[in-house]
């Protein structure tokens, strides 16, 4: 007779339990071994708070993020962005420049005018060289022309939250 239990059964007292069936929701685990953690995943890459007037793009842009281990918030304008926002919230802002309401560059004096510490990388379709200037003299990592190539967005995302 086989004493080794079926896969979709729990072990009778004094089994070992095998594969999928080892654990079963509400077994208390020996004291002789640690009591296992969940795992932190390996893509967490950090929070992109993305401001941007393009809902298509939003939602685009929030696909490729979060495929690639970014937390995505999303929202429509500055305002929104504002009303939202905690200082003590972690993370970088993809910051669209043209919008309507308040600007890129708005929303930058504000944040700045209010010390939030919050890095921004700029993805416009709208840039001149003296509105790219004024964005990286007021503090910005990055200010890139939409659209933008994966590698070089991810690369200044990654910069931007090494900073937060």
Same mark, same amino acid.
Request: proline residues 9%.
């Given at each position: 007779?086989?004493t080794?239990?079926?896969?979709d ?9 095998e594969g ?24 967490e890459r ?29 929202? #429509?304008?500055?305002?929104?962005f504002? *009303? ?5 919230h972690? #993370? ?15 929303? !930058? ?5 209010a ?14 060289a003296?509105t790219?200037?004024m *964005? ?8 890139l !022309?939409?659209? *933008?190539r994966?590698?070089e967005?991810?690369? *200044?995302?990654?910069r ?5």
């Amino acid at each position: 007779m086989n004493t080794r239990p079926r896969p979709d059964r729990r072990p009778e007292s004094g089994q070992l339990a095998e594969g999928p069936a080892a654990a079963v929701p509400g077994d208390a685990v020996p004291a002789s071994q640690p009591e296992p953690k969940a795992p932190i995943p390996s893509t967490e890459r950090g929070t992109v708070f993305l401001v941007d007037d393009d809902e298509a793009l939003r939602r685009a842009l929030n696909r490729l993020l979060t495929s690639c281990g970014f937390r995505v918030l999303s929202f #429509g304008s500055a305002d929104e962005f504002l *009303a939202e926002y905690e200082p003590a919230h972690r #993370g970088c802002l993809l910051l669209d420049m043209r919008m309507p309401g308040r600007s890129g560059l708005d929303l !930058q004096s504000e944040l700045g005018r209010a010390c939030a510490d919050l890095p921004i990388v700029f993805l416009t379709g709208h840039a001149d060289a003296r509105t790219r200037q004024m *964005a990286l003299e007021n503090g910005a990592v990055a200010f890139l !022309q939409k659209p *933008a190539r994966e590698p070089e967005l991810l690369e *200044a995302l990654d910069r931007a939250l090494s900073r937060g």
